[in-house]
């Protein structure tokens, strides 16, 4: 059993940072990537950014440059700061952690960025 939790989301005033951490707990000793997805209102769940075992990344448009995925496989951690925030960056944000063809999602955090 996989239990992935995040936690670091909030309310933030447009411009400022946040930063997502999440972690898994349970019988798995490496994962072949990780990432972050989010999901606001009425929308369908999107790629934020991913980071594979060996270190490449991938963001969507529309954070790169202000958002920057690590990783840490010996933790079982993955964190996702975020930076120069924006309204449209609100979403509830879900962890994703991949092992082959299992995918392990968190039950998500929220973050709230006001105008």
């Known amino acids: 059993q996989v239990q992935v939790v995040e936690s670091g989301g909030g309310l933030v005033q447009a411009g400022g940072s946040l930063r997502l951490s999440c972690a898994a707990s349970?019988?798995?000793?490496?994962?072949?990537?990780m990432g972050w997805y989010r999901q606001a209102p009425g929308k369908q769940r999107e790629l934020v950014a991913t980071v594979t075992r060996g270190g490449v990344t991938n963001y969507a448009d529309s954070v790169k440059g202000r958002f920057t995925i690590s990783g840490d496989n010996a933790k079982k951690s993955v964190y996702l700061q975020m930076n120069s925030l924006k309204p449209e960056d609100t979403a509830v944000y879900y962890c994703n952690l991949q092992r082959a063809s299992l995918g392990y999602w968190g039950q998500g955090t929220q973050v709230t960025v006001s105008s």
């Open positions: 349970g019988s798995i000793f490496r994962f072949d990537s």
